[in-house]
């Protein structure tokens, strides 16, 4: 089983394929085509916001972690 791609290189592939999106949107003909790239976008977008945050948490709880073993020192000193 393949592993997870680094996060970095999620943003950049969903950066491209956001690019790709805008590029469809400039010749699309239809409304079925324009509402369809509208629903391409927010799940693209959706996606690296997402990945963002998570990003985020894993930052909060790596701090939340060190200031566990502080008080566990200071408890146990």
């Known amino acids: 089983m393949d592993r997870h791609k680094p996060s970095d290189e999620m943003i950049k592939d969903l950066d491209n394929m956001l690019s790709k999106i805008n590029a469809m949107e400039i010749i699309a003909s239809d409304d079925y085509q324009k509402n ?17 945050e998570f990003q985020h948490l894993k930052k909060a ?13 200071k408890v146990n000193s």
């Open 36 to 52: 369809s790239i509208k629903i391409l976008r927010a799940l693209v977008e959706g996606q690296m916001h997402s990945i963002n």
């Open 61 to 73: 709880i790596d701090l939340l972690t060190l200031q566990l073993f502080e008080v566990q020192n």
